[in-house]
T-cell receptor, first 113, second 113 residues
């Protein structure tokens, strides 16, 4: 299994509170991604990173921000959580040598009440 | 942007039968097409992938075919087993432009003993 750790694995919080999810990798891969998974929508890209301090938006980036200060860590922040952000969040990493697959972490189940 | 449509949304087969899942994509620049299997409560795991310069790829009971002209690709599982029961996702990406995956909506495959 790819060396990806997501934390926390589960979180319940209230509307309006800030939330930060962490993705940690031990593979030294350049690319890291955050997806959300909702019933009927599959997985949708939120933000991704192509290097330290290099990030870009995905399909559903509104309400989310990211940061990558070290190769191994990619943080996803919900500045003011809303109930529509209740979801399962997956981090993925990818080697940048050619067409390589993304490997996913175990996910974070986030509930916003 | 890219859009990926996946059919059917649910598929039920008898053990030993074949299963076929089809996906279409909209962006002719897409050049890498992975397939993921996701068991309940688990992370998506890569089962097979194909590059745009290849028409077909096989790995034991699993095969993927790609028709670039028609912009569709399919997953074929032969001699299905109960442990093949899961949700399957297709995806498309331009791997040398960030590798952002656009996923289909998923197919829930049920293999009945």
């Amino acid at each position: 299994d790819a060396g990806i750790t997501q934390s926390p694995r589960h979180k319940v919080t209230e509307t309006g509170t800030p939330v930060t999810l962490r993705c940690h990798q031990t593979e030294n891969h350049r690319y890291m991604y955050w997806y959300r998974q909702d019933p009927g929508h599959g997985l949708r890209l939120i933000h991704y990173s192509y290097g330290v301090k290099d990030t870009d938006k995905g399909e559903v980036s509104d309400g989310y921000s990211v940061s990558r200060s070290k190769t191994e860590d990619f943080l996803l922040t919900l500045e003011s959580a809303t109930s529509s952000q209740t979801s399962v969040y997956f981090c993925a990493i990818r080697d940048d040598r050619g067409p390589q697959p993304q490997h996913f972490g175990d996910g974070t189940r986030l509930s916003i009440l | 942007g890219e859009n990926v449509e996946q059919h059917p949304s649910t598929l039920s087969v008898q053990e030993g039968d074949s299963a076929v899942i089809k996906c279409t994509y909209s962006d002719s620049a897409s050049n890498y097409f992975p397939w993921y299997k996701q068991e309940l409560g688990k992370r998506p795991q890569l089962i097979i992938d194909i590059r745009s310069n290849v028409g077909e790829k096989k790995d034991q009971r699993i095969a993927v075919t790609l028709n670039k002209t028609a912009k569709h690709f399919s997953l074929h599982i032969t001699e299905t087993q109960p442990e093949d029961s899961a949700v399957y996702f297709c995806a498309a990406t331009v791997y040398n432009q960030g590798g952002k995956l656009i996923f289909g909506q998923g197919t829930e495959l049920s293999v009945k003993p």
